[in-house]
């Protein structure tokens, strides 16, 4: 869970070389285009320089050349009678044999050859006379042609595998009125959020719900990987909405393609794109999701080829070359991003009965573990060529967040084997407790951000997922501490919905201080806007889970009603810039966790208990639901095929 987004880029580009075509005006393509048209006049001139050459050279090296070619190559033969040497099973003909039969045979190869020459000068002043125009629609078509042998290649279907039993994908439409009339207005946001992007963003990532077009950001790199119906389709199958589904399925099918020469955020295309893909092929069982998920997995490994095994931030899905973000401290990965693979990783070798996603995360494990952790807290940053740590900034928001969800939930999703994972987050929120969280003056708990040794006063929306994920693990705690944790979860709740009911719109600011006289409130204008992010709504939902006081749901509620209010525009959901101005601007962005997360949490929560039970389902950092490996240890035990 992190922002990378929103955080600033260094933007830096190679422009790309000009090799002085001034006719074909600056593109890559062109390029190679031009780089063609060079190789090929070297290569006309080659084979006329040969064919000269042939015929001019004296004739005894003539022959000499074809001697050798024949003796060496030709003529595997073992007849020794008539006069040959057999060298090592090969027949050389020596003076005296079928001196006839040889000139034959060396007159047929010279006339191959000659004919071969003259062709493929031909085909090389063919290729000449021809436009670049034609040239172009040439390569394209071979290219096309590589493209679709390797679709074939990467469309092989694969080993089938036991599906864990899935339980509640369907549940009945709560028996309280006003619960199901709240549930049927998060589906029609739904419908909103998805109909208006179908009609002015298909298959973009995102929306501009009043520029009524498409959308994207840095972290999907710079291609149209429809971000939203990846990320929107099991919200979409849970509410119920198959003729919706069916749609992101087709385009799915049809159109997501991995092969393309793009750089992504390895974590946001993990959490969204393959989790996205793995929920929807657990929840509906359709294959593509799964071969989806495999192949842009296969896309993403090489951002792990670094000295450490720690993978870069970004990857080039084409030529995998990975590189981290400008902006993180002395060039380091960072936390929240490379520790958040765990789940989705695990569940690829499950279902494909292939190691490697598995050890990647288990040695990025391994390798935390053995570090120093400085006041038993885990840095942000750590520098993926040394294995250092970079900055000590410790956060349990943007940049650190996830990870110590992820570890939680390891241990959630192995049914609880996976006991090392337990063990660490138990260490970390420990550390946590001691040296981030506090309580303000007015009496909120609050969780603040360490910074060389400083604790900063200030919590970011964000972080407010926490006070779910302390409820998640009260259940197994150490010394028997799950009171003492559904406590923290109920106090961390509370704060955040502080943090909303003291703004103007009634929704979540950014960032929020606990200085002085001001609590859980924004100081700063930059700090001041919602993205229809889910967090808080995400913590209403896991409280309402564990202790079923209404107070969650009627904060959920409020939540809804004021996305709706201040949010909805006609062409979908709109972020704002100030939740504390009354007639806010606008951002003009439709996030496709808004319909990946926001909208099911809120659904979740006018839901009975029955849909997706948490004994059953874990949900990954963006809310999509992956089963719990009923297993005995969660390495590849999944796949009989494979053992
Ligand atoms: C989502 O993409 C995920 O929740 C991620 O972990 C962090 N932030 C956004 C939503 O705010």
Redesign the pocket.
């Known amino acids: 869970?992190?922002?990378p987004a929103l955080l600033p880029l260094s933007g830096r580009r190679i422009p790309p070389l000009n090799l002085g075509a001034s006719s074909f005006p600056h593109h890559r393509a062109t390029l190679r285009l031009s780089e063609k048209f060079i190789l090929l006049l070297i290569l006309s001139a080659f084979i006329t320089l040969c064919f000269g050459a042939f015929f001019f050279l004296p004739d005894s090296s003539k022959h000499k050349r074809f001697d050798l070619g024949l003796e060496d190559v030709l003529i595997p033969h073992v007849d020794t009678s008539k006069g040959g040497k057999n060298l090592g099973g090969y027949l050389i003909h020596g003076q005296g044999h079928d001196e006839h039969r040889h000139r034959e045979e060396e007159e047929r190869l010279r006339n191959k050859i000659r004919a071969d020459h003259e062709k493929a000068l031909e085909e090389a002043k063919e290729k000449l006379k021809k436009s670049r125009d034609e040239i172009r629609a040439e390569i394209q078509t071979e290219k096309n042609k590589v493209a679709q042998e390797m679709k074939k290649k990467d469309s092989k279907p694969l080993p089938p595998v036991p599906v864990p039993n899935l339980i509640g994908i369907n549940s009945e439409d709560p028996a309280d009125k006003d619960i199901r009339e709240k549930r049927d207005k998060i589906k029609e946001m739904m419908k909103h959020a998805w109909e208006n992007y179908r009609q002015y963003g298909w298959g973009h990532n995102e929306l501009k719900p009043i520029a009524r077009k498409g959308h994207s950001t840095n972290i999907f790199g710079n291609s149209q990987m429809g971000a939203t119906i990846v990320d929107a389709l099991d919200t979409l199958y849970i509410m119920g909405l198959h003729d919706e589904f069916r749609e992101g399925q087709d385009w799915i099918d049809k159109n997501l393609d991995f092969s393309v020469n793009s750089e992504v955020s390895v974590f946001?295309v993990n959490?969204?794109f393959i989790g996205g893909l793995l929920a929807a092929y657990y929840l509906s069982g359709q294959e593509v999701f799964k071969l989806k998920a495999v192949q842009l997995a296969g896309k993403l490994l090489p951002a792990f080829n670094t000295p450490t095994g720690i993978p870069w931030a970004m990857v080039n899905l084409k030529s995998g070359v990975g590189r981290n973000w400008g902006w993180a401290s002395a060039g380091s990965s960072i936390l929240a991003e490379f520790g958040?693979l765990h789940m989705e990783f695990v569940h690829l070798s499950y279902l494909t009965g292939d190691p490697v996603y598995y050890n990647k995360v288990m040695h990025i494990r391994k390798l935390l573990q053995k570090m120093e952790h400085p006041n038993g807290l885990y840095p942000n940053y750590l520098n993926p060529r040394t294995g250092r740590w970079g900055q000590h900034h410790t956060s349990v928001g943007g940049l650190g967040?996830?990870f110590y969800e992820y570890l939680l939930k390891a241990w959630l999703m192995s049914d609880k084997m996976d006991t090392e994972a337990r063990k660490m987050y138990d260490d970390a929120i420990e550390a946590i407790e001691r040296h981030l969280i506090r309580k303000s003056n007015g009496g909120l708990t609050y969780i603040g951000e360490w910074k060389n040794g400083h604790l900063e006063r200030k919590m970011g929306h964000?972080t407010c997922?926490a006070g779910g994920m302390f409820a998640l693990g009260a259940d197994g705690s150490r010394d028997d501490k799950a009171g003492h944790y559904l406590q923290l979860g109920a106090e961390i709740a509370h704060t955040c919905h502080e943090s909303y009911d003291r703004t103007t719109l009634k929704l979540g600011p950014e960032a929020f201080k606990f200085d002085g006289g001001l609590e859980a409130v924004a100081v700063r204008q930059n700090e001041k806007y919602y993205i229809l992010?889910?967090?808080v709504i995400e913590t209403y939902w896991y409280m309402w889970r564990f202790t079923h006081d209404p107070k969650y749901r009627q904060w959920g509620w409020e939540a809804a009603q004021a996305i709706d209010k201040y949010c909805r525009v006609s062409g979908g959901f709109s972020g704002v810039k100030d939740v504390y101005s009354s007639s806010p601007a606008y951002d003009d962005v439709q996030q496709s966790?808004f319909l990946a997360?926001t909208l099911k949490y809120l659904y979740l929560l006018f839901s009975n208990d029955d849909l997706l039970p948490l004994d059953n389902w874990v949900f990954n950092?963006?809310a999509h639901p992956l089963p719990v490996l009923h297993l005995a240890n969660t390495t590849l035990s999944g796949n009989p095929a494979y053992r």
Do not use: C, K
Request: aromatic share 12%.
């Open positions: 869970m992190t922002t946001e959490i969204r958040t967040d996830s964000l997922f992010r889910p967090e966790f997360e950092t963006e």
